[in-house]
């Protein structure tokens, strides 16, 4: 059956970098674009970034913008997030997520069960 | 920006009750709206995809509707798998996708 799975979570300190990773599985992997979204601890969602089925198209939220990078490696069915420069606001479940088309439309269709990345000193 | 604001804040109701889950856009969303139940401790769920579509698997119980500015969320009949939290959210302003603050589904 599809899965997403990440890994690659942590604790890291303000400033630093760290690598989450989510590995996917039961679908054609460099046919659907994908996302990851992020939910603080007890708060709601809000979407990161975006990466097209062959990584040709790439868009972030402004909060991350200029700090995370988006990547996919279809050779290998799985999707990158690399953050720089972490910040305590930082701090949340990172979920990669299908959209359900290959350019991208915004319609999430499936969701990984996330890793947590903390961000204190 | 499009803000969407969900309410109530928190529901309150029994298996067996009909609940009914709002959700309002700053600006018109056109029919690019979504909606997602999420479990403690587990990913969000897509349950309706473009107002109305119920996602593969979702029962019928879960319907949608509204335009523009103004949605919902029905249950028709709850079942005691059914409290959670529910998000809208909206792709009109793609790429840039945001997320109501979420509607929390109690038993009363």
């Known amino acids: 059956q599809l899965q997403l799975v990440e890994s690659g979570g942590g604790v890291v300190q303000p400033g630093r970098s760290l690598r989450v990773s989510c590995a996917a599985s039961?679908?054609?992997?460099?046919?659907?674009?994908l996302h990851w979204v992020r939910q603080a601890p007890g708060k709601g969602l809000e979407w990161v970034a975006f990466?097209?089925?062959?990584?040709?198209?790439?868009?972030?939220a402004d909060s991350v913008k200029g700090r995370f990078t988006i990547s996919r490696d279809n050779s290998k069915n799985t999707l990158y997030l690399q953050m720089n420069s972490l910040r305590a606001e930082d701090t949340a479940v990172y979920y990669c997520?299908?959209?359900?088309?290959?350019f991208g439309s915004g319609n999430i269709d499936y969701w990984g069960q996330g890793t947590l990345v903390t961000v204190s000193s | 920006e499009i803000v969407l604001t969900q309410s109530p804040a928190t529901l309150s109701l029994s298996p067996g009750e009909r609940a009914t889950l709002s959700c309002r856009a700053s600006?018109?969303?056109?029919?690019?709206l979504a909606w997602y139940q999420q479990k403690p401790g587990q990913a969000p769920r897509l349950l309706i995809y473009?107002?109305?579509n119920r996602a593969t698997g979702i029962p019928a119980r879960f319907s949608g509707s509204g335009s523009g500015t103004d949605f919902t969320l029905t249950i028709s009949s709850l079942e005691p798998e059914d409290f959670a939290v529910y998000y809208c959210?909206?792709?009109?302003?793609?790429?840039?996708?945001?997320f109501g603050q979420g509607t929390r589904l109690e038993i009363k």
């Open positions: 997520a299908r959209d359900a088309s290959h």
């Open positions: 959210q909206q792709r009109s302003d793609w790429p840039l996708l945001t």
């Open positions: 039961g679908f054609t992997f460099s046919s659907y674009a």
């Open positions: 600006q018109s969303v056109s029919s690019y």
């Open positions: 990466i097209s089925y062959d990584g040709t198209n790439k868009y972030y």
């Open positions: 473009d107002v109305s």
